[in-house]
């Protein structure tokens, strides 16, 4: 766990060149999603033990905060007012909903169509080539519009720290993610669903909202190794996995580009593990079976989820 900022951009740059070269989805347009193969999946469905369910997701934000000044949007459309019309007739009660989805509060997944990094997106594609004002042609949520079913690992650093949460700007190191295995008795492996706690759902419960796009604990960049010489399929966080301020110069956000530019991983950002958390230490076990079913919205650069852990 560290919070300096030690990485260059040309530190950077060799990171994002050696993980283009090692990464097991840095040439698949699938990207990493390549690593979790249908035994994969059957050996995931094994992981369940008592058939309990638990959300790994937040309840949407509606309300304008320090981190989400445009909140989601929701209201009744029907019955007018909510008050029924008299006499009894049949009615049905309506909604409507919208959200930007990508931000600093609501769980949402990333397609690998979000990051541009000179000019191009994932797999290299020119991004002028992918992006129009009516959504993406390739690389967007439609990639996993069959879910993303397996075997998820949850790694908790600050409990490895003897800590509810990490201070913001603290940066996860993959000493940390080893340590964090050691201590919890499990490895993460192939195809698997990486979930790296850092306690930033608790501190926001606990000691209310703050400016998140400038502070926040994440992952260092070099942690993204760890990920790819263990072939994980998808990253996620209770944060949205990376540091701010950004541990290096000149890149706002360096594991965004190398997760899903570099190494075509799928992110889950801003998820609730505080209800899963208590449930894995009480049963000694940080493996379960995790379903994530995005929105279907061909086009899109990402999408509103509720993964749901099945111990």
């Known amino acids: 766990m560290r919070t300096s900022h030690e990485l260059g951009e040309a530190g950077f740059r060799s990171l994002y060149r050696r993980l283009l070269s090692t990464a097991p989805g840095a040439a698949s347009p699938r990207g990493a999603l390549e690593t979790l193969t249908p035994d994969r999946v059957l050996a995931a469905v094994r992981e369940v033990r008592s058939g309990r369910t638990v959300s790994l997701a937040a309840p949407v934000n509606t309300v304008a905060a320090a981190d989400d000044p445009r909140p989601a949007e929701h209201r009744l ?44 997106v994932h797999g290299g594609v020119p991004a002028a080539d992918v992006l129009t004002p009516e959504g993406a042609r390739t690389l967007s949520v439609d990639l996993v519009r069959d879910g993303v079913v397996g075997r ?99 890149v706002d956000f360096p594991v965004h580009v190398l997760a899903v530019h570099a190494m075509g991983l799928h992110l889950l950002d801003h998820l609730r593990l505080e209800d899963v958390l208590p449930v894995c230490a009480r049963e000694g076990r940080w493996s379960f079976l995790c379903v994530v079913a995005p929105v279907r919205l061909p086009g899109a650069t990402g999408a509103p989820v509720n993964p749901i852990a099945v111990l």
């Open 77 to 120: 459309t029907a019955p007018p007012g909510g008050v029924p019309a008299p006499g009894g007739a049949l009615e049905f009660a309506r909604d409507r909903f919208a959200m930007d989805v990508h931000g600093d509060v609501n769980t949402h997944l990333d397609a690998l169509c979000h990051v541009l990094y000179d000019d191009t």
């Open 152 to 250: 998820a690992v949850l790694l908790d650093v600050p409990g490895l720290h003897g800590l509810p949460w990490l201070e913001p700007g603290t940066c996860v190191t993959a000493a940390d993610l080893a340590a964090a295995e050691d201590r919890q008795g499990v490895r993460v492996g192939p195809g698997d669903l990486l979930l790296v706690r850092v306690g930033h759902r608790r501190r926001r419960e606990e000691l209310g909202p703050w400016d998140a796009a400038r502070e926040r604990a994440g992952l260092h960049p070099a942690a993204l190794e760890f990920l790819a010489e263990r072939r994980v399929a998808v990253l996620g966080s209770d944060g949205d996995n990376d540091t701010a301020p950004s541990p290096v110069h000149g």
